[in-house]
């Protein structure tokens, strides 16, 4: 009986350890230098600087001129957006852009919240910081970087703004927000030199909200954001406080994920799995490879010749209108393929997208924003923080069109201190833009309950 207690005790300290030996691991990094040419010797300068979106008559001048020289292409009859971007919706679209979108309001529109650029690793990296009007007695504002993806933009988050620093609910809490640029997005500079990837990205945007004041704060992402924010609470976990996400892939197949695929459909209450994981996921061929094939011709380009394509669509407005809206339309509602106007103005703005399309147009960004899948691919599942859990506590809103499925299990498998998963009653992939008001209804939830864990 003895030995058997002796054998119990070893084990259990054995798996204490090796617990807590995964909990202390974190993601390495080395400081990074993504100007051009060799880093100076003098000190890093860090002073922020103010910034303001313009735009000139030069510039529209030349992008009518583009538009109007654009040789149209007849879709194929009874072709949806099953080919790509329906040529007869885009002739719409173009003309919308050509004769109504007025870029001189959307700037100022971009401008109603204040603008920032600051140097760091070499080059300048604009962001959005946007501090509440009023805080109530006795509480603080709640810092909040935000990250986005592609082909989206800091924009993405205008409609949810508001709804964060200014609350109607006397309950909720009110943030203050962060809102950067990816470097190589916006108006951020892009990297001069290679490898520039999600790691790099997490470490630039530590140091911004460390240049800022922030000792610690929450994080949200999606899409890139996802991966740039998983990689910040992995390089800090004690200086981001709560990861809320909006995307989070399957992760890499483990012996758990692997048996849910195989009986989940059969005995799902034995992996969690609900009636919107059964939807998604079987018949396995059709939804978790037909669909992804159809959807990720664009990552094969971007993650092996990004350079090529993203000449042509710098060159062409309405060739990158083109290749940035099919997204907005597939990645919204995989249904939105078999409409002839893609359901674009279905949950969005025309003037809403083109804004978007505009700052990767007059920021000259496409190719530099492209580039990042190549970064990012070219280590494969062999990157260190493909290895490493996340032990920061994580929110996960797991939106009903996302791109692709994760259910609870396996989100589990990366994010080990779940505190909440919430099945959105609708939206895709662009939901901070989708679906602002459910957004940040779910941010609110989560950092909610993380602070009040700590209390």
Known sequence: MLVVLLVAVLLG?????LVQKNRNQVLRTEDGWWGAGAPPDAQEDVTIRPFKVTTSEEELEDLHRRIDQTRPVSSLEDSQFHYGFNSHCLQTVVSYWRNDFDWRRQVDKLNQYPHFKTNIEGIDVHYLHVKPKQVPEGTNAVPLIMVHGWPGSFYEFYGMIPLLTEPADPQDLVFELVCP?????????????????SVCAARVFHK???RLGFQQFYAHGGDWGWLVTTNMAQLEPRTVKGLHLNFAPPPKAGLSVALSIMFGRHFPKLFGFTEVDLQRLYPCKEKLVVESIKETGYMHIQATKPDTVGRGLNDSPVGLAAYILEKF???????????????????????DLLTNVMIYWTSGCIISSMRFYKENFA??????HMQIPVYVPTGIASFPNELMHTPKL???QKYHNLVTFTPMARGGHFAAMEEPRLMAEDIQKFIKMVEKKKQ
């Open 181 to 197: 640029s990816i470097p190589g997005y916006g108006f951020s500079e892009a990297p001069q030199k290679k490898g520039f990837d």
């Open 410 to 412: 396996w989100a589990k």
């Open 329 to 351: 339309s597939t990645w919204t509602s995989h249904d939105f393929r078999n409409l002839e106007d893609g359901g674009l103005t279905r949950k969005f703005s025309l003037d």
């Open 208 to 210: 911004l909200m460390k």
């Open 13 to 17: 300290g054995l798996i204490i350890f």
């Open 379 to 384: 280590k494969g599942l062999d990157h260190p």
